[in-house]
C-alpha cells in the first residue's frame, strides 16, 4: 500500500490474468480515492487483502507472478 487507507473494492481475485495498467484494487485515503494497478502483464497469485479492510503503508495487498 503507498500509504495507510481502507480497501474500497477489490477488482481481482487469485489466478487471474491481468495486464499492465489493469485496475487491481481502489484504496480510500484522507477522503481520497486512488486506484491501484497492474506494474505490468502477469498472473495475480494471491489478493491479501478484502474490501472494508484498514492497511498500512507499506502494506502488501497483492502478489503477482509476472
Known amino acids: 500500500a503507498p500509504m495507510p487507507g481502507k480497501v474500497v473494492k477489490v477488482n481481482v481475485k487469485d489466478g487471474e490474468t491481468v495486464r499492465r495498467g489493469q485496475a ?13 494497478t ?6 495475480v497469485k494471491h489478493v491479501l487483502v478484502r474490501e472494508g479492510e484498514q492497511v498500512t503503508a507499506g502494506q502488501v495487498l497483492i502478489v503477482m507472478e509476472a
Open 24 to 36: 487491481l484494487l481502489v484504496l480510500e485515503a484522507m477522503k481520497m480515492e486512488q486506484t491501484t
Open 38 to 43: 497492474s506494474p505490468t502483464d502477469g498472473v
